[in-house]
C-alpha cells in the first residue's frame, strides 16, 4: 500500500517511537507492523497516525482520542473477563489494516485530525476510570497496535490503579512490539478474520500468518487471557470447511479453553453489496467449533440467550447466562469452578460478577 501524504506542520504534537530504522535512500521504515510502511519526509503511513518528521518516525496522536464510551465488558466481546463489569472504552483514529467490511470505518479510516478532539493525558484516564467504577480501559474502535505508545502509557497508569487492560485488535503487529505491547495488557479480543490467505489479502489488505503467530504468543508466552472474534461473511469465509479447519487449528495450537466468538455480518463501508449473514450460519459455526473440541464458543451481533451463555464443558450445567449484555444467571463458585461438578471454568473471574447490564454511557474527559 501507498503511504498517505501529509504536511508536516499537522506533526507540532507527535511524540518519537522506536521501532523504525533510516533506509539507504533517507526514508524511514516502520517496523511497527508487517505492512513496513516506507516514507518520504512527511508522508504518513497507511495507517495514518504514524508518520516520517525530520527524519524520524513520530506518533501524531498520542493523548488524542475520538471519544470516550463506558460499555460492559461483554460488548469487546470478552465473556470470561470479569463478567458484568464495566469498561472504558477508547480509541483514535486511522488502522493498519484496510478490511473491506469495517463496522467502525469512520475512526478507523478517518483521515481527518478534528476526529481526535477529545484529549486524555494517561494518568488522567487512569483517575477517570477508577472514579467511574470501570474494572478495565479498552483501547477499541480501531487498533491499538497502530497508536503502540499511548497505549502502554494507558496500561503503565492504570495498573498503579488496579485497573486492567484490554487490547480489541487484529494482532497485526512485528514481533518486538508485540513482546512489549503485551507485557502490558491484561486480556485481548483478537479478530480471526477468517482462516484464509486469500480472504486476508483481498479482504483486508493484510497477511493471515502474522496474525496466528500473534495467537500462539499470547498462548504459549504470555499469561493474557484471550478470546477470538470471527465476523462471517456470507460467500468470503462462512463455508463449513474453513470455519472447520480454523477451529481445528485453534484447539491443536491454542487449546479447548479459548472461547470464540461467531459474528452476523451487516453490510458496511466498502461491502454494501454482500447480505446479512443468516443466524443459521453463525449458529452452525458455534456448532462446528463444540463439534471440533472448542469449550466456550458464542454467537454475536444477534439474539441468542442459549449461545451467549456459557455452560460446563464437563456436566452441561449452565454457568453464566447473558441476555444481549445482561446476566441472567451466575452459577460459579468463588475459585471459578463449576457448582454442580466442580470444574474450573477458564477465565480471569472475581469471587461475584459485575451488575453493569447493557449501559453505554458517554464519557466527557473535560
Known sequence: MSPENSQTDAFVEAVPTKYWHLLDDGRVQCDLCPRFCKLHEGQRGLCFVRANYQGKMVLTTWGRSSGFVIDPIEKKPLNHFLPGTPVL???????????????????????????????????????????????????????????HEYAIDVAQACHEHDIKTVAVTAGYVCPEPRTEFYRYMDAANVDLKAFSERFYKKITGSHLQPVLETLTYLKHETDVWFELTTLLIPGENDSE???????????????????????????????????????????????????????????????????????????????????????????????????????????????????????????DMA
Open 89 to 147: 472504552s477508547f480509541g483514535t483514529a486511522g488502522c493498519n489494516l484496510a478490511c473491506k467490511f469495517c463496522q467502525n470505518w469512520d475512526i478507523s479510516k478517518s483521515r481527518e485530525m478534528d476526529t481526535l478532539m477529545d484529549l486524555a493525558t494517561p494518568e488522567k484516564l487512569a483517575y477517570k476510570a477508577k472514579e467511574l467504577g470501570c474494572r478495565s480501559i479498552a483501547f477499541t474502535y480501531n487498533d491499538p497496535v497502530i497508536f
Open 241 to 363: 470447511q474453513e470455519v472447520t479447519e480454523m477451529c481445528q487449528w485453534v484447539v491443536e495450537h491454542l487449546g479447548p479453553d479459548v472461547p470464540m466468538h461467531f459474528s452476523v455480518f451487516h453490510p458496511d463501508w466498502k461491502m454494501m453489496d454482500k447480505p446479512s449473514t443468516p443466524p443459521k450460519t453463525v449458529r452452525r459455526a458455534r456448532d462446528i467449533a463444540i463439534e471440533q473440541g472448542v469449550r466456550y464458543a458464542y454467537v454475536g451481533n444477534m439474539h441468542d440467550m442459549q449461545a451467549d451463555s456459557t455452560w460446563c464443558h464437563q456436566c452441561g450445567s449452565l454457568l453464566i447466562g447473558r441476555d444481549w449484555y445482561r446476566l441472567s444467571a451466575w452459577q460459579l463458585d468463588e475459585a471459578g469452578c463449576c457448582l454442580n461438578c466442580g470444574t474450573p471454568c477458564a477465565g480471569v473471574f472475581e469471587s461475584m460478577p459485575g451488575h453493569w447490564g447493557p449501559q453505554r454511557v458517554l464519557v
